[in-house]
Every structure is written in C-alpha cells, then in structure tokens.
C-alpha cells in the first residue's frame, strides 16, 4: 500500500524516496523533521511544506512544482542538482545549507533567506510575490551591516529589505531620504546591478560582432 508522504516521514524518516516515485498534494507543513531524508529522484506536485523545519535533508535530482515552502527552514541540508517549479518560497530559509546546480523558475522569493553565493544557481523570472515581478538583474542581493545580514529585493518602483529586525520597503523616489544603513546599502547594490546589466551589454556586442562565437 502506498503512503502519503507525511506518514512515511514520521514512520521512517531515514526512508529514500526512489527513482521514479511521485507525490501530488501532500501536507506536512509546521512539521519538524530531525533525522536524515533522502528526497531523490522524485517528484513533488502541489505539496504544502509551509512552515516546515528540514534538519539534514538530502536532496538530488528531485522536481518541485507549485509546492509551498513559505516559512520552511533548511538546516544543514543538501540540496543538488534539483528544480523548483512554480513554488512559493515566501520568507523560506537556507542559511546554513548547501544549495547546488539547481533551478528556480517562476517561483516566488520575496524575503527568501537563499545561499549567499548564487554561482551554481538559476533563477528564471523570480517574483517579489504573486504579482510583482523582480526586475534586478540577480533574484536578490546580501548586505552585511554592523548586526545585520540584509537580503534587498528589487521591484518596478521600490526597493524592499529584509533584515533580521526590520522589513522596510523604500521608494525609488524616497531613496535620498532613506536612513542608514538602508540607504547605503541600497546604492552599493544599485552600482552592483548596474555593472551586471554594462557586463551583459558588452557581451552581446562582442557576440554580435563575432557573429555568435565567443
């Protein structure tokens, strides 16, 4: 007989998930989880993981599409190689985590606590929330202040921080009269972006000249 993903967690938590086994609409949100997983190989179709607490999760070549991650924490977990589809991953944390060549497409990440190093990510038309896209040319930036890491997310007309005592949203227009540290390190990512987007120029004027070869 085949059990849902929650039962099979709490009943045998050191269980791996094998190739080609699928789970479609499962909950186990709030739960905490302290021993070691094995998500590999699998598929994962409209699960609710919001506001679960991974300890030692391993996961490998695994697809989550629209899953909920909202609020989810990751502890010391691996995550390689996998694909994240259409999730929500409001406010989710992976400090602490090791997060490789793996995907994020279409999937919402405002006030995500991601890896600071997105060398061996993607991250593919990432939003703030439902509606509002990021128009920054990375998914978010790390800044670290005297006590606080900020993560800055990049919409249209504003800029929104989160740290880790304070939410603030700062107009594009209000910047000037921002308060520091906030509006330092607003102009740090803004010069940072900007030389993302003068990079990207030059290379599709290199192309262009070299008719596609590099």
């Not at 989880?33 to 993981?49: A, G, Q, Y």
């Not at 990432?126 to 800055?152: C, D, F, H, K, W």
């Not at 102009?187 to 290379?203: A, C, F, P």
Request: net charge negative; glycine share 6%.
């Amino acid at each position: 007989m085949m059990m849902d993903l929650n039962t099979l967690t709490k009943t045998f938590p050191s269980h791996k998930l094998v190739m080609g086994e699928q789970f479609a609409q499962e909950t186990i949100s709030a739960l905490k989880i302290s021993s070691v997983l094995n998500w590999s190989d699998t598929i994962f179709v409209n699960c609710d993981f919001s506001e679960a607490q991974f300890h030692l999760l391993m996961v490998s070549s695994a697809i989550f599409f629209k899953c909920d991650f909202s609020g989810a924490r990751f502890r010391a977990c691996d995550i390689d190689g996998s694909e994240f589809i259409s999730c929500n991953l409001t406010c989710a944390e992976m400090l602490g985590s090791e997060v490789s060549d793996t995907t994020f497409i279409d999937c919402i990440i405002g006030g995500i606590k991601g890896p600071v190093c997105q060398q061996n990510l993607n991250f593919y038309f990432p939003r703030y929330s439902r509606n509002l896209p990021l128009t920054s040319q990375a998914p978010y930036y790390v800044m670290t202040t005297a006590g606080e890491l900020l993560y800055i997310f990049k919409t249209e007309d504003s800029w929104r921080i989160h740290g880790e005592h304070r939410r603030l949203i700062i107009k594009n227009e209000e910047l000037s009269k921002a308060e520091e540290p906030y509006k330092t390190a607003i102009e740090t990512v803004s010069k940072l972006d900007d030389q993302r987007i003068s990079l990207l120029t030059s290379k599709e004027k290199v192309k262009a000249k070299t008719g596609g070869k590099t």
